[in-house]
Nanobody, 121 residues
Framework: QVQLVESGGGLVQAGGSLRLSCAAS????????MGWFRQAPGKEREFVAR????????YYADSVKGRFTASSDNAEKTVYLQMNSLKPEDMAIYYC??????????????WGQGTQVTVSS
């Protein structure tokens, strides 16, 4: 199983930027892309973005396209999510997980603790 530690969240004003990190250890599932997800209070966890470890190919949810950029550092076993032009609706706890398509792969392990992103208007 993979162990995931997300970091980099914080409080930012609308229009600001944050860079999230997700460090993976254990069985890192590097044959699968790594996805970013978020969960706002009272809402389901939703897909945000994914990035390939090997090709750096990316894919984004429409809600973040053009504002967020996912990247990976294969040597450091870490993926990043650069978030620009943040909006109040981006406020959520952000998580990472290996994905198949836009869904976490079954049996990857447990979600990390996530990292809180708070956007003030």
């Amino acid at each position: 199983q993979v162990q995931l530690v997300e970091s980099g969240g914080g409080l930012v004003q609308a229009g600001g930027s944050l860079r999230l990190s997700c460090a993976a250890s254990g069985r890192t599932f590097r044959s699968w892309p790594m996805g970013w997800f978020r969960q706002a209070p009272g809402k389901e966890r939703e897909f945000v973005a994914r990035v390939s470890w090997t090709t750096s190919n990316t894919y984004y949810a429409d809600s973040v396209k053009g504002r967020f950029t996912a990247s990976s550092d294969n040597a450091e076993k870490t993926v990043y999510l650069q978030m620009n032009s943040l909006k109040p609706e981006d406020m959520a706890i952000y998580y990472c997980a290996p994905v198949f398509g836009n869904r976490p792969i079954q049996g990857f392990g447990s979600w990390g603790q996530g990292t809180q992103v708070t956007v003030s208007s």
